[in-house]
């Protein structure tokens, strides 16, 4: 593999120069981002269409996708994408059904929201497991993965020291211009990254000798997205059914993506934005697991050595792409691991400030809230840093870790998000049930699933007999089922529990629920009217870009089926 050459450490410095450039001009531009808590954390709540879109795509792709997306392509093909093809769906759903009722509500953030649907119970729980899930997925991953690129494409000797350098750059530009730096980053970065990635495919299937000899030298299952329901990683049935359950928590109900959408100028923005967003999650799959194919088809022909799969697109782009080139695509990928962990950090730093240090100290002044949501960044680094060394062992199945941790957090929240939208009747009750059963089900499969990989016992060669033999039968079903399907049953519990505690208990007034559901009409913030406001020369061609996404979507399940 080839090392960095000084022209690409210049391309790699000149990159991050423009990076912080842009964020320093974002910030200056407007003098609200560091005065009031709109301005830092909403970036005024004046953001267009394309910002907004770009954002979702650049922040979304992450370690996930840099390091565990290809790596599972190299690993078993295609399959993985469903992820990714459900990404732009979802966020259909993020424009037409959820995001009139977030700009109509007036909120900060998501944990505020379901205060004003359900109860301050509610909001404290949102609040405190977001903060827990960001800890233990994205900021952890994300510094993971960032250590994995400098070890392997950049030759450092431990990935300690890429992941200080990925918090150290990133934290500058966050803490000093919160989302508007954050946002204006992530358009940059959207380019540089889609450009660079395209550059690795294209430059990847000409060494290879073309796509004919890549589907020649893989095997045929690695281009079907469709495996049987009892497949170890990607069964059909968890992928149709369990998949969406965790892409309405993720693209419609967490912090992480919709605070972009609280950014909008206006609910015409706001869609747009999610559509062109939803177009650009159809990229990851052509321009992330693609490559991962391409690396696996290399190393079989021993033109490639990159140990474990996660280091497969590191080592495509160190083996492949010329000097110059290689830089400006390192310094792309590595600015997308910083867009994720500035995302990240962003909303987690709003969540602690406004549903927590806000609901304590009420009165708390405008500059207050901007300097809290500051220091607040800096513990999260240092919390995401602890977690880093109790990843060793998933470190090569970093997608699939994510996305099981994912599954045990998102059921009960996609439950009380998405019922909450059709049925007043729910109540606070119904709500915090769903929640703490949901969060003990997750949390003890979590803690089932750590035992079993201690004991280092699979799901095969006589696993279920011998976890059943120390723990029982039931306790094997559960921890064998796969976490997708978990994730089914966990979201029809809870949303069970959720209709029939609302039904034993009495409801909101309908007042209180003004503009929270669709059967409640009227607007909860006075603000918002301009915002809501729809242009109607502009709704038609909406819908039109809709169908054709959900069209494009259709294709590819057909075509890779």
């Known amino acids: 593999m080839s090392a960095l050459v000084a022209l690409d450490w210049f391309v790699i410095a000149g990159y991050f120069a423009a990076v912080f450039g842009l964020a320093f001009w974002a910030v200056h531009r407007e003098k609200t981002t560091r005065t009031t808590s709109s301005g830092y954390f909403l970036a005024g709540r004046n953001v267009g269409w394309f910002v907004i879109g770009a954002s ?100 450092f000797e431990s990935v300690w020291t890429g992941a200080l350098i990925v918090i150290i750059a990133t934290g500058i530009y966050t803490i000093f211009g919160g989302l508007r730096a954050v946002l204006y980053t992530d358009m940059m970065q959207m380019f540089i990254l889609i450009g660079g990635a395209v550059a690795v495919t294209f430059i990847g299937l000409h060494e290879l000798g073309g796509w004919g000899e890549m589907t020649r030298i893989a095997e045929p299952e690695f281009f079907s997205m469709w495996r049987p329901t009892d497949h170890a990683d990607y069964p059909w049935t968890g992928m149709m059914i369990g998949a969406p359950i965790l892409g309405v928590w993720y693209w419609c109900t967490d912090q992480y993506i919709v605070q972009r959408v609280l950014s909008a100028r206006n609910i015409d923005n706001a869609r747009v934005g999610t559509m062109f967003g939803g177009y650009l999650k159809l990229l990851p799959l052509f321009i992330f697991v693609v490559p991962g194919i391409i690396a696996y088809c290399l190393k079989q022909q021993g033109a490639l050595d990159y140990g474990k799969t996660n280091a497969a697109l590191p080592a495509l782009i160190g083996a492949l792409l010329p000097a110059g080139i290689r830089g400006l695509v390192t310094a792309g990928f590595l600015a997308a691991l910083m867009s994720s962990l500035s995302t990240v950090f962003n909303s987690c730093s709003t969540i602690v400030t406004c549903d927590i240090y806000k609901k304590i100290n009420p009165q708390a002044s405008e500059r207050r809230l901007v300097v809290v949501g500051q220091l607040s960044t800096v513990v999260l680094v240092f919390l995401g840093m602890l977690w880093v060394p109790m990843m060793d062992d998933i470190d090569d199945r970093l997608f699939q870790y994510l996305q099981a941790v994912q599954a045990y957090v998102a059921p009960p929240i996609t439950a009380v998000f998405l019922l909450g939208l059709f049925l007043p009747r729910l109540n606070g009750i119904g709500a915090m049930v769903a929640l703490i059963t949901g969060f003990v089900l997750g949390a003890g499969r979590f803690v089932l699933e750590i035992v079993k990989n201690r004991m280092n016992i699979g799901s095969k060669d006589g696993a279920g007999e011998a976890f059943a033999a120390r723990y029982g039968s039931f306790l094997a079903d559960v921890v064998n089922m796969h976490f997708l399907h978990f994730a089914v049953l966990m979201f029809l519990v809870c949303s069970i529990l959720l209709v029939v505690f609302s039904l034993l208990t009495s409801s909101k007034r309908r007042e209180e629920l003004a503009g929270l559901t669709f059967l409640t009409t009227g607007s909860s913030s006075v603000e918002t009217d301009e915002r809501l406001r729809v242009d109607a020369k502009l709704l038609g061609k909406h819908v039109v870009l809709t169908l054709i996404l959900v069209g494009a979507v259709c294709s590819t399940w057909w075509y890779f089926s």
């Not at 792709?61 to 990404?87: F, K, N, P, R, T």
């Not at 424009?95 to 404290?124: D, I, Q």
């Open 56 to 155: 979702l795509f650049a922040s979304n792709i992450g370690s996930e996708h840099l390091i565990g997306l290809a790596g599972a392509g190299a690993d078993q093909g295609v399959a993985v994408a469903h992820y990714e093809i459900w990404a732009s769906l979802v966020l259909v759903l993020l424009g037409w059904l959820f995001a009139p009722f977030y700009l109509k509500s007036g909120v900060f953030t998501m944990p505020e929201f379901l205060e004003r649907r359900y109860s301050p119970a509610a909001r404290w729980y949102l609040a405190v497991i977001s903060i827990v899930a960001y800890v233990l997925t994205k900021i952890s991953v994300t510094i993971l993965a960032g250590g994995i690129i400098f070890k392997t494409l950049m030759g």
